[in-house]
C-alpha cells in the first residue's frame, strides 16, 4: 500500500475522487463486493440482547433465581454477576414471516422486514465500559487514536460524489467516547467522518454571506486555494493541513449540492408518514434515517445515524428500568427503521446497500443491582445481537447463538475483528490488504486478528 507521505499522493487521490478504489481492482479487493455503500444505525448504550432479538426460555423460567455457579463470574470485572438475581424479559416474542425467527414486540415495524434481517447472536468483544466497547466497534480498538470503520472505508473506496463528504455522521446529540470515534486516527484527516447536524440547517456556515455571488465565493477560494498551496508546499507532510485545503474546496462545492441533499421538504407526505415525522416521538431519528437515504441516494459511501445522546436517560444504556428503557427508544427508532429498509427496498437501493442495526454492547442477564437498579441490566460485551440487512446478503437468517442464559456467545462466534473484516469482505475489500503505514508499522481495522467468514455465511444463507 502507499502512505501519504507526499502532496502528489494526496492531490492524485483527490482529483480521481476515488480514494484508492483504482487500486482496489489488483491490490484491495477480497472478492465482488456485493454492496456498494453501508448505514449503519448504532444504538448507543447497548440495547439488551434478551428483550429485542435472542429470547430465552430458560431465563423466563429462572427469573428470581441466582445463575447456576457453572456459568462463573471471573470476566465480568465487577458486575457480581453471581450474586445477582436473574432477570426474565418483561417482553413477548413472536414469530415473523417465513423464517419464522423470533422478535419482541417493541419492534412490530422492523419485524414486518425479517425475511431481510441476518441476526448475529454471538457477537463479543473485550470492551466492558462504554467508551472501550464503541471504539471497538467503530474503530477496531478499544482506545483513542485508530481509524474508524467508516474513515477505512472512504480510504478504501473512496466516495461516488465528489460533491458531499463520503462518511457523515448524523448524530442526535452526545457521543460517550467523543468524536473520535467516527474520526480519522492517523490515516489523512481528509478520511474523516462529516457530522451533519439534525434540523434546518446541518450544516453550519454553510451559506455564503448576502450579496455574495457564486462567481465572487469561485474567485474567493480560488486565490485563497493558490495561497494554501503555496504554504502547503514547504508542508508536504502535513495532512491535517491538506485536509483543511481540501475541506475548502469541498465547502464551496457542497454550496451547491448540500442544500439539495438535506431538504427534505420535497419529499412526499406519504414517504414523510412512512418515516414517523408525523408523530413527535419519531420525527428525530425519522428524519435522520430518510436523510441518510437521501445522502446513500446521491453518492455517500457511509452513513451513521445515532439513536442515544450519551446520557443514561436518552440512550439504550438500560442500568434502571430496562424493559421501559427500551420501549421509549424502540418507539422512537422502529418505524424509521422498518420505513428505511421499505424504502431503499422499492427504490432499488437495498441490494447495493448494506444497513447495520446494533450497539455497542449487550447487557446482562441478571438485574444490573445497586439501589434503584432492582429492573435494570448491566453492561455485557461477551455475547450480544446486531443484524444486517440489503448489501447483497440473504435475510430471514439467524447467525449464531449465545448460551441458555443470554450470557457470553456459544456457537459461530462473531469476534467484532471478524465482523469488521466482513463488513469490508462484503464491500469487496480485503481486510489484510486494506493497511496503512504509520509509526514504521502496517495497520489495518482489524489489527492482527479478523475472519471473513461471516461474510461468506451470510451471503450464502
Known amino acids: 500500500m502507499w502512505t501519504d507521505t507526499r502532496l502528489a499522493r ?21 472478492q465482488a463486493p456485493s454492496a456498494k455503500r453501508v448505514i449503519h444505525l448504532f444504538m448507543q448504550g447497548g440495547p439488551s440482547q434478551v428483550d429485542t432479538f435472542d429470547p430465552k426460555p430458560l ?15 471471573a470476566d465480568f470485572q465487577n458486575s457480581q454477576f453471581s450474586e445477582r438475581p436473574l432477570m426474565a424479559s418483561r417482553r413477548t416474542f413472536q414469530r415473523h414471516g417465513q423464517s419464522g425467527i423470533e422478535i419482541c414486540d417493541i419492534f412490530p415495524e422492523v419485524a414486518k422486514h425479517v425475511d431481510d434481517l441476518a441476526i448475529i447472536r454471538s ?22 487514536g485508530r481509524p474508524s470503520l467508516g474513515s477505512w472505508v472512504l480510504y478504501g473506496l473512496g466516495t461516488e460524489n465528489e460533491n458531499l463528504p463520503g462518511f457523515v455522521v448524523l448524530l442526535q446529540g452526545g457521543v460517550r467516547s467523543g468524536p473520535e470515534v467516527f474520526g480519522e486516527g492517523f ?18 456556515n454553510l451559506k455564503p454571506p448576502p450579496g455574495r455571488t457564486p462567481e465572487q465565493q469561485g474567485d474567493l477560494l480560488s486565490t485563497l486555494k493558490q495561497m494554501n498551496q503555496r504554504h502547503l508546499e ?50 428525530d431519528f425519522g428524519g435522520r434515517c430518510l436523510l441518510a437515504r437521501r445522502l446513500v441516494e ?27 428503557n427500551h420501549q421509549t427508544r424502540a418507539a422512537e427508532t422502529d418505524k424509521a427503521v422498518g420505513a428505511l429498509l421499505a424504502d431503499l427496498k422499492s427504490r432499488g437501493m437495498l441490494d447495493s446497500t448494506l444497513v447495520i442495526w446494533g450497539g455497542e454492547f ?7 443491582g445497586g439501589v434503584g437498579r432492582s429492573n435494570g441490566r448491566d453492561h455485557n460485551p461477551y455475547g450480544f445481537t446486531l443484524w444486517m440487512a440489503g448489501g447483497g446478503i440473504k ?3 439467524v447467525v449464531g447463538s449465545t448460551d441458555e442464559l443470554g450470557l457470553r456467545a456459544a456457537e459461530d462466534k462473531v469476534h467484532l475483528h471478524d465482523l469488521h473484516a466482513s463488513i469490508l469482505a462484503i464491500l469487496g475489500l480485503d481486510h489484510k490488504k486494506l493497511t496503512y503505514r504509520h509509526l514504521g508499522r502496517d495497520f489495518r481495522l482489524t489489527d492482527v486478528g479478523g475472519s471473513t467468514w461471516l461474510a461468506d455465511r451470510l451471503r450464502s444463507g
Open 10 to 30: 494526496r492531490e492524485f487521490l483527490t482529483k480521481s475522487g476515488l480514494g484508492l478504489g483504482g487500486l482496489a481492482a489488483s491490490t484491495l479487493l477480497a
Open 59 to 73: 431465563l423466563q423460567k429462572m427469573d428470581g433465581e441466582r445463575p447456576p455457579a457453572s456459568f462463573g463470574t
Open 123 to 144: 457477537n463479543h468483544h473485550e470492551g466492558f465500559t462504554h467508551s472501550q466497547g464503541q471504539f471497538l466497534i467503530h474503530n477496531g480498538w478499544p482506545r483513542i
Open 187 to 204: 490515516l489523512p484527516a481528509v478520511y474523516q467522518g462529516t457530522s451533519f447536524r439534525p434540523g434546518a440547517n446541518p450544516i453550519l
Open 234 to 283: 514547504e508542508r508536504a507532510y502535513d495532512s491535517e493541513l491538506a485536509a483543511r485545503l481540501e475541506s475548502y474546496e469541498l465547502a464551496f462545492r457542497m454550496q451547491m449540492a448540500a442544500p439539495e441533499a438535506t431538504d427534505i421538504s420535497g419529499e412526499t407526505e406519504a414517504t414523510k408518514k412512512l418515516y414517523g415525522l408525523d408523530n413527535p416521538v419519531s420525527a
Open 298 to 324: 446521491r453518492g455517500v459511501r457511509f452513513v451513521q445515524v445515532w439513536s442515544g445522546n450519551g446520557k443514561n436517560d436518552i440512550d439504550w444504556d438500560g442500568h434502571r428500568e430496562c424493559d421501559k
Open 362 to 368: 449487550g447487557r446482562t442477564p441478571t438485574s444490573d
Open 395 to 397: 435475510g430471514g437468517q
